[in-house]
């Protein structure tokens, strides 16, 4: 495992993502509300990328006709079939038990943190006063 | 004759038949017995079964007389329940009750029918039970026929057409399956038409054998309805019962149903698990007829693929001519399945034949 800083925290809009490669996996790093999580952009299903998807509120339902909304734009659909995926834990809701996509955590940290290391930053130039989004892999 | 593969057998759907009109009339209630005779109504006769089709009776199993298939409980007992060593039959009586566009002249068709098989066969023939009939077109007036006979432990059933007027998933269906669910009742789905709609999802069919090879094709619409609207989550202990629906469709379409299932779930957020799974825990099938393969290997492979050996129940699906002689159950496969088939499945399936005829 190692920590790779990759991107600085104003780069993703909250609601927006970032794709990055990380020692050379395809991650796509998820901006809920000034909370930051991070996903492999391949859908356990069939590869698809995870991180052209739509992002939803989670519907379930108490009995038939009796609908429950939570987790506002918190549940990510795979652009290929559908399935959708809880962004904080990378949980399929179809079939939770059998199905998830791999999660990666994401940690911001500042700047004059960062410098000190141990941190792989191949591609972001890192500024003492900023806070940038650090990826576990 | 094949050698007997499972003596005591419960034979899960058999079809005594009722001989004519006129042996209905005294179990059928005013105005109803004298607007059947001063309108000149004939037999509810649909093109389900043609007369004369050899599906409709097997060649030995046709009376000498010339009447009515499997009307007489002396052809019953002596072709479909004697020869396989049945210990139980669950008599499904096709009749065109289903087929009638009057509510009311419909119940009272379904009264008059379940008071018949009480009367003309259950009194009399102890290894007899039945389903209760009941017009799904009024789903207020089948809910009271329901009750009419829930205290009578022979009834063991409910039975539908697997095609009625709409899906059978919809909840101005749900009353049926309400009461049939508190009364511990199975819903039994018969092939067959109410012949409100085409029989085959893309219009009129011209022939026979489309109609009869089309059934499999709405029994998965039906599945579909029920398992997509939720029935099963509404009314968890609910035994469905596929009755003549064949079985070999069932792996490919239930991959199919799960498969997009996972796509669309938010669609139908209360159905939170597999449809699958919920066949297994909740729908059953009947053994004929087998549209298997030829070979003992593939036939295996479909059970296999159904992940379960609790699924089928054995019938004759008498007189309909699925087989020959004795040879219900398809040769070379395991006893400990036909144990299930014919004995255990059935009696998971149906809690009343447990229970003590009073």
Known sequence: ?137 | MTPLLAPGAIDCDIHPAVPNLAALLPYMDQPWREQVVVRGIDDLATIAYPANSPLTCRADWRPADKSVPASSLAQVRRDALDPFGTSIAIANCLYGVQALFSEDMAAAYATAVNRWMAAEWLDKEPRLRASIIVAAQGPELAVDEIERWAHDKRFVQVLLLVSGATPLGKRALWPIYRAAEKYGLAIGIHAGSAYHNPPTSVGWPTYYTEDYVSQAQAFQSQLTSMICEGVFNKFPNLKVVLLESGFTWLPAHLWRLTKFWRGLRMEIPWVDRAPADIVRSNVRLSLQPVDGPPDRDSLLRIFDHMQSDELILFSTDYPHWQFDGTAAIPDGLPADLVRKMTHDNPRATYARLLETVA
């Open chain 1, 1 to 137: 495992m190692s920590r790779h800083v990759v991107a600085a925290v104003g780069e993703i809009a909250p609601g927006d993502r970032k794709l990055v490669t990380v020692r050379g996996r395809p991650i796509a790093i998820f901006n809920l509300g000034g909370e930051y999580f991070g996903l492999l952009n391949r859908c356990p299903h069939q590869g698809g990328p995870m991180c052209e998807g739509k992002t939803t509120g989670l519907v379930q339902a108490s009995e038939p006709g009796k609908y429950l909304y939570s987790k506002a734009d918190e549940v990510i659909r795979c652009p290929w079939h559908n399935w959708e995926f809880d962004i904080r834990t990378g949980q399929s809701y179809c079939e939770p038990d059998r199905n998830s996509v791999r999660a990666y955590p994401v940690e911001v940290t500042a700047g004059a943190a960062l410098v000190e290391g141990p941190y792989v930053a191949e591609t972001i130039s890192v500024n003492v006063a900023e806070r940038y989004l650090v990826v576990d892999v």
